[in-house]
C-alpha cells in the first residue's frame, strides 16, 4: 500500500522569494515520486520525478526535489517565485518499478499563491 | 509538443442517463488511463488500458463502467448509468509503454456534474 501527504494546502509567497510545498509518502517498497502541476484549465503537467537514481532531482521551471528516505519525504523548491508559477502541485507516488502496477497514488494537492 | 485531449470539457446528464467521455492520447503512445477527482477530494486512479484489454483497475471501477478504444486514436470512459456521486473531474492519460515508470501525460478533463 502507498499513500502521499501533503502538508499545506495552500501556500502564498511574494514573487522573487524562495517556494517550499511539502511531500511525505508511505510505500512498502521502493518509489518512484513524482511532482505535476496544474494551471487553470489545463492538464497536469509533470514537474520532476523520482525513480532511484540521484536523490536530487531537478525539474522544469527551475524546480527541484529532493528524495530523502530517512525522513518519507519528497519535499519541492524553487530559489525564487514567478508569478507564473502560481497553481495546484500534487506529489504522486508509484510502486511500478517494483510492482510493475502502473496506477499513480495523488497527495491532495497544494495551491501556490504567488503575490507581486 | 504533442497532448492529450479531451472532450468534452463540461458534461451535464441526468441521473440514470449513460454517459461517453472521449479521450485523444497520444498518438505513439500504448498506455491508456481514466483518473478522477471528486469536488474536495484528491485524484483516484480508475484503470488502466494496453493492447485493447484492461490491465488494472481500482475498486471504483465497478460494473458501471467500462473503457474502448473504438478506433486508433480515440479512447473513450463508459458510464452506463449516472448516479450523483459520479459527479467529478475525469482525466485521461497516457504513456509509452517502454518501463513501467514511464511518465503519464494527462489531458485538461471533463467535468460531468450529474442532476
Known amino acids: 500500500a502507498q499513500s502521499v501527504t501533503q502538508l499545506d494546502s495552500h501556500v502564498s509567497v511574494s514573487e522573487g522569494t524562495p517556494v517550499l510545498l511539502r511531500c511525505n509518502y508511505s510505500s512498502s517498497y521502493s518509489p518512484s515520486l513524482f511532482w505535476y502541476v496544474q494551471h487553470p484549465n489545463k492538464g497536469l503537467q509533470l514537474l520532476l520525478k523520482?525513480?532511484?537514481?540521484?536523490?536530487l532531482v531537478k525539474g522544469i521551471n527551475g524546480f527541484e526535489a529532493e528524495f530523502k528516505k530517512s525522513e518519507t519525504s519528497f519535499h519541492l523548491t524553487k530559489p525564487s517565485a514567478h508569478m507564473s508559477d502560481a497553481a495546484e502541485y500534487f506529489c504522486v507516488v508509484s510502486a511500478s518499478a517494483i510492482t510493475g502496477r502502473r496506477a499513480l497514488t495523488f497527495g491532495s494537492g497544494t495551491r501556490l499563491q504567488v503575490q507581486p | 509538443e504533442p497532448e492529450v485531449t479531451q472532450t468534452p470539457s463540461h458534461q451535464v446528464t441526468q441521473m440514470g442517463q449513460e454517459v461517453i467521455l472521449r479521450c485523444v492520447p497520444i498518438?505513439?503512445?500504448?498506455?491508456f488511463y481514466w483518473y478522477r477527482q471528486i469536488l474536495g477530494q484528491k485524484v483516484e486512479f480508475l484503470v488502466s488500458?494496453?493492447?485493447?484489454?484492461?490491465?488494472?483497475k481500482s475498486e471504483i471501477f465497478d460494473d458501471q463502467f467500462s473503457v474502448e478504444r473504438p478506433d486508433g486514436s480515440n479512447f473513450t470512459l463508459k458510464i452506463r448509468s449516472t448516479k450523483l456521486e459520479d459527479s467529478a473531474m475525469y482525466f485521461c492519460?497516457?504513456?509509452?509503454?517502454?518501463?513501467?515508470?514511464?511518465?503519464?501525460?494527462f489531458g485538461p478533463g471533463t467535468r460531468l456534474t450529474v442532476l
Open positions: 523520482y525513480t532511484s537514481a540521484a536523490t
Open positions: 498518438s505513439n503512445h500504448l498506455y
Open positions: 488500458f494496453y493492447n485493447n484489454e484492461i490491465s488494472e
Open positions: 492519460a497516457s504513456s509509452e509503454e517502454i518501463t513501467s515508470t514511464d511518465t503519464q501525460y
